[in-house]
């Protein structure tokens, strides 16, 4: 049995009590903005316009879907460090997994452009559906969210033929993110802050379950990033004809 030294238990009590201070500043902001509104919206409901009390009314909601993103994020995060969670693992177009999730990110950014742009005889990929969905829905979303109305998101999925690999790369046109910076973004909790990320609601959390699931699938993930945007880019190995028992990679 290995012997989990003094040091090595305070260490990871500190880690445990950061986590739990962390989220429980998280939990309370959104939480303590939702009281505010509707202990509002209970004293003085005579006295607000129909105007005041329907804007209230929408801080309740965006605040709740905040609660709601942050305790979907916790729980990915819990299950990702058990070692209980099952990946399945089958063969997967990526080109379709990326035309779904642009399809439902497209409803809630009305003004971004979005282009998906895809080599001829890509091979499929061995990954868990469900987990290259969330990894694609926390790129584009943060593609999305990063960059201002009207400028586009760019998907392009290629393969290389030497190293046998597929790569789908989520590019925009926004802030960027500062060479100083790209250590950190992948940090449990970390937020770039700045007077451009202040105004967008986020918990830090995204990256941080992007980089672990697609390493948990044998994937790596790179960014590359400059004032006029980013670049992330995930590549996973193709799947061998075994895998499916359909697909030649290379003619
Ligand atoms: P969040 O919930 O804050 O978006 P993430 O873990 O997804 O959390 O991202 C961590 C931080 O990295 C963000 O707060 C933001 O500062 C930065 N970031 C992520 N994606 C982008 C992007 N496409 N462009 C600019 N900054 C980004």
């Known amino acids: 049995m290995q012997n989990i030294g003094e040091e090595n238990i305070n260490e990871l009590e500190k880690a445990h009590m950061d986590f739990i201070s962390t989220v429980s500043h998280e939990l309370r902001t959104p939480l303590t903005s939702i009281r505010g509104f509707a202990d509002t919206l209970l004293s003085s409901y005579d006295r607000l316009t ?3 009390r ?3 009314l929408l801080i309740i909601k965006d605040q709740s879907n905040r609660l709601i993103n942050l305790v979907e994020n916790l729980l990915t995060v819990s299950k990702m460090q058990s070692d ?10 990526a080109v379709q997994t990326a035309e779904y999730v642009i399809q439902i ?3 809630q950014y009305i003004t971004h452009k979005y282009i998906l742009n895809k080599e001829k005889n890509l091979p ?15 790129l584009i979303d943060n593609a999305s969210k990063y960059s201002p109305d009207n400028t586009t998101v760019t998907v392009d999925i ?9 790569t ?6 926004g802030i960027g993110i500062k060479s100083e910076d790209i250590g950190k973004i992948f940090n449990k909790f970390s937020r770039i802050d700045s007077p451009l990320t202040r105004k967008i609601q986020g918990n830090g959390l995204g990256l941080y379950i992007t980089k672990t699931l697609t390493e948990k699938m044998g994937g790596e993930i ?8 980013s670049e992330f880019k995930i590549t996973f190995k193709a799947a061998t004809p075994e895998d499916n028992g359909l697909k030649k990679i290379k003619e």
């Open 50 to 52: 129909p105007e005041q």
């Open 54 to 56: 329907e804007k209230f």
């Open 84 to 93: 209980k969670e099952l990946l399945v693992y089958k063969s997967i177009d």
């Open 105 to 107: 990110i497209k409803n």
């Open 124 to 138: 499929k990929i061995l990954v868990d559906s469900d987990k290259l969905q969330q990894i694609l829905m926390n």
């Open 158 to 166: 290629s393969q290389d033929y030497d190293k046998n690999t597929v």
């Open 168 to 173: 789908i790369s989520v590019k925009d046109e």
């Open 222 to 229: 790179s960014v590359n990033s400059s004032p006029k945007g």
